[in-house]
């Protein structure tokens, strides 16, 4: 069935976004917006698109949840092994998008990647519920599987093998990227299709340089 969405608009009058109001660094900025989203009505303030691209050129994009902004930049972890952790490791630059539409605001990240090290990495495994590190150890991230039989069947087996065990060990194939931002694009729906966009973009190590974008 076809399905028609060209009378859904909204007139976004949530807020504004002025070069008054907005730091000359994006990370004091995009603190700030954080943290009123995570005030919000937002289920989950931290959840963010991550976009990859394979040898060919051909993008793919899935959601994760941010665990942590750090001097670096933007951290989440995930099974290297998986289909994005095979294309950043091949291509070490992705693309970031949080979108909270409580606030119409979003903002949008490019940048290379790196690993965390071991050690941050292990220290957040086993910061995790029992529960999730038992997922770690059952899922093959992104490999086919024969049906869900197959997952419980695994954790089974994981439960098992750890039920003597609070604190896991971290599996080799499981842990953080870190995405060194250089740029960061913050938007803010306005009315009348007119919305606010400045974007930051890095000029050498904390060197940025802010502009206006028409929407």
């Not at 959601?63 to 995930?78: A, M, N, P």
């Not at 997952?151 to 089974?156: A, K, V």
Request: hydrophobic share 35%.
């Amino acid at each position: 069935m076809p399905i028609d969405a060209s009378d859904l608009r909204v007139d976004y009058q949530a807020d504004v976004l002025l070069e008054a109001d907005a730091p000359p660094t994006p990370f004091p900025l995009f603190d700030r917006w954080f943290r009123e989203a995570k005030d919000s009505k937002d289920p989950e303030p931290n959840a963010m698109v991550v976009a990859t691209v394979n040898a060919a050129g051909h993008p793919a994009a899935r959601t994760v949840l941010l665990k942590e902004v750090s001097d670096r930049g933007f951290i989440f972890y995930t099974n290297y092994d998986s289909r994005k952790g095979h294309e950043i490791m091949a291509h070490p630059h992705v693309a970031l998008v949080f979108n909270w539409l409580e606030l119409q605001r979003s903002v949008r990240v490019e940048g290379r990647v790196e690993r965390v090290d071991p050690e941050t990495s292990t220290a957040y495994f086993q910061s995790r519920p029992k529960k999730s590190q038992i997922g770690a150890w059952t899922s093959p991230q992104s490999d086919a599987i024969p049906g869900r039989d197959f997952l419980d069947r695994r954790r089974e087996e994981m439960e098992q093998r750890f039920r003597d065990e609070e604190v896991l060990p971290r599996p080799e194939n499981w842990g953080g990227f870190v995405v060194i931002p250089e740029l960061i694009e913050f938007w803010q729906g306005r009315s009348s299709r007119l919305h606010d966009r400045l974007v930051y973009t890095r000029h050498g190590d904390n060197d940025w340089q802010r502009e206006r974008l028409a929407p």
